[in-house]
C-alpha cells in the first residue's frame, strides 16, 4: 500500500522559512486529499492545510499568508513551504493522505519536527 514520509523539518529561527516535503511511495494521486496536520505540547491535533486531487486548497486562519501547499506531480510528493514562522507554530507536522472515491484509504507520515526559536 502506499505510504507517505515526511521530511524537512528542523530547528528555525523566527521570521525564517522552512519547506516540508510528503512523498508518496506511489502516486500521490492515490489520494482524494493530502492534509498537513501539526500537533504541539498541551494542545490538540489540527489539520494546517490540505489539497485534493484537483488542486483545490485550504488553509487554517493561524497560517494564511504564510504557509504555502503545493504539489510536484512527477516526485509524488506535497510540499508545505512555511514563511514568515512563529514560535507558536513549533509542533510535530504530520502528512495525512485520505481516499474514498475508490479504495478507503486513511494514511499517516510518521511525522516532522519543526521548532522555531531564537
Known amino acids: 500500500q502506499v505510504q507517505l514520509v515526511e521530511s524537512g523539518g528542523g530547528l528555525v529561527q523566527p521570521g525564517g522559512s522552512l519547506r516540508l516535503s510528503c512523498t508518496a511511495s506511489?502516486?500521490?494521486?492515490?489520494?482524494?486529499?493530502i492534509n498537513w496536520y501539526r500537533q504541539a505540547p498541551g494542545k490538540q491535533r489540527e489539520m494546517v492545510t490540505s489539497?485534493?486531487?484537483?488542486?483545490?486548497?485550504n488553509y487554517e486562519d493561524a497560517v494564511k499568508g504564510r504557509f504555502i501547499i503545493s504539489r510536484d506531480d512527477a516526485e509524488n510528493t506535497v510540499y508545505l513551504q512555511m514563511s514568515s514562522l512563529k514560535p507558536e507554530d513549533t509542533a510535530v507536522y504530520y502528512c495525512?493522505?485520505?481516499?474514498?472515491?475508490?479504495?478507503?484509504?486513511?494514511?499517516w507520515g510518521k511525522g516532522t519536527q519543526v521548532t522555531v526559536s531564537s
Open positions: 495525512n493522505g485520505q481516499a474514498w472515491s475508490g479504495r478507503f484509504l486513511d494514511t
Open positions: 506511489g502516486s500521490i494521486f492515490t489520494f482524494d486529499v
Open positions: 489539497m485534493t486531487s484537483g488542486g483545490r486548497t
